[in-house]
């Protein structure tokens, strides 16, 4: 992903008509650079999710324009035809609720969106296996979403979202339903995702907030970005951010 990982201009977000609509997004313009990690602060009802899920496609914005790398995905419109592959292939996203498959075991709520994109079952597997045992539930592979805890649930959760590789991850809330020790630093395997980019060219990690032009139809929600140095030739992100919702982009593809 070159250039800007993600850029949203004048983005607006309406619901309803008349006298009774809510602007949920008020001309959002923002950019996030590869292997930037940007939280959006803000209470209830500042348009947090509803700019996520306008981002990752599960929603239609009412106006504006998003690009992601240098291909515009929307400007006043869906620019992309096939939508389901841009969010299977390129947005990786962890929902407020895990919404796992309740008929598929843990092994294969992960496995599946490699398959569909076409990795065969095997190398599916292995994916999946990788993700599980990184965060730290590997021994519950053949477990159904309904025998799993809340916090196991949402790590699979988390692990589906990196199973294809994306080189944008979009987690609204995604730490809320895990442990206290899930969400120490300590902990790495659960907070650390890694992948192989290049990263900026600092070295120690930089940290500025910022307020963007977005707001509900009572506040607005900050941004706090971060970017991340190398360690040991790699890239980690930690997901460890006391924020209700994060967007992260990354230049190339998730290990």
Known sequence: MDGFGIRIENMRKRYGEGDTAVDALKEVNMTV?????????GPS???KTTLLKCLGAVI??????MTLGDEVIYDDGWKISDLKALRRDRIGFVFQAPYLIPFLDVTDNVALLPMLAGRTNAASRRRAMELLEALDVGHRARAQPSQLSGGEQQRVAIARALANQPPVILADEPTAPLDSNARSPSCASST???ASTTPPSSSSPTTRRSSPSSSAST??????RTRRPARGGRSAIDVLLPVQAFASTMKGTLQ
Do not use: K
Request: aromatic fraction near 4%; charge should be neutral.
């Open 33 to 41: 650079a590869p292997g930037e990690v940007v939280g959006l602060i």
């Open 45 to 47: 009802g500042s348009g």
């Open 60 to 65: 239609e914005p009412t106006a504006g324009r």
């Open 192 to 194: 650390a995702w890694r």
């Open 219 to 224: 506040t607005s929600a900050t941004a706090s």
